[in-house]
Nanobody
Framework: VQLQASGGGLVQSGGSLRLSCAASGFPQNSYQRLGWYRQAPGREREEVACISSSDGSTTYGRSNQGRFTISRDAAENMIYLQVDNLRPEDTGVYYC??????????????????YGQGTQVTVSS
């Protein structure tokens, strides 16, 4: 399984970004739960958002406050994270994450099996 994240960058406070993650290599007939974690400087990684391949249901971490939207393009094996009204405290490395198994996975992305390489998001005040 491979996860390739992109879309980070430097943005001013109040701006928006769309992060992308190409996910590939899942076992045939498996179910996936895909999402995003982030790690701010000096802080632990935290869940940002998660989406289930079974029904498209989504969950969000406590930092959401309505500013994050996760989505999935199953045909292209892509997931996205739209982040609006960015704040300096959103600065950090954003990681695409994945779990997969042979039963339906829903709910938060707790202890993901795989982290992709991160993409840096820097929000200037």
């Amino acid at each position: 399984v491979q996860l390739q994240a992109s879309g980070g960058g430097l943005v001013q406070s109040g701006g928006s970004l769309r992060l992308s993650c190409a996910a590939s290599g899942f076992p045939q007939n498996s179910y996936q739960r895909l999402g995003w974690y982030r790690q701010a400087p000096g802080r632990e990684r935290e869940e940002v958002a998660c989406i289930s391949s079974s029904d498209g249901s989504t969950t969000y971490g406590r930092s959401n406050q309505g500013r994050f939207t996760i989505s999935r393009d199953a045909a292209e094996n892509m997931i996205y994270l739209q982040v609006d009204n960015l704040r300096p405290e959103d600065t950090g490395v954003y990681y695409c994450v994945a779990d997969w198994t042979y039963y339906e996975l829903k709910g938060p992305c707790v202890a993901p099996r795989l982290y992709g390489q991160g993409t840096q998001v820097t929000v200037s005040s």
